[in-house]
């Protein structure tokens, strides 16, 4: 995997939490308007419709972005961890490379 494809594939899981949100925010709104209609005394049977539909979808794009976010963890996991090569190794990483010799002693 290339870093670019790493790049616009990490945008993913956002963008559909980004969906996930956005529809909460109609949810909330149509809710305030049901609680309006009730405050006056009127029906709110076409609002209580559109809030189930919209709770409908906010439940399939949270699918979406659970699957997207499962996905990215994979793809990230596969990378590794790529050490610099300023970086000293130190004793123990030594001795996994060369488990044949005995562990230092240390006095």
Same mark, same amino acid.
Do not use: C, W
């Given at each position: ?33 049901? &609680? ?26 949270? &699918? ?44």
């Amino acid at each position: 995997m290339d870093a670019l494809d790493l790049t616009l594939f990490h945008t993913l899981p956002p963008a559909a939490q980004f969906a996930v949100d956005q529809k909460n925010k109609e949810i909330n709104a149509t809710q305030k308007e049901i &609680g309006q209609k009730r405050k006056n005394k009127e029906p709110a049977d076409e609002l209580i419709a559109k809030k189930t539909q919209f709770e409908a979808e906010k439940k399939e794009l949270e &699918g979406v972005a659970a699957e997207k976010e499962v996905e990215l963890k994979r793809k990230v996991v596969s990378i590794g961890n790529l050490v610099h090569d300023s970086v000293p190794v130190s004793d123990n990483e030594v001795m996994l490379l060369l488990p044949s010799l005995p562990p230092p002693v240390y006095i």
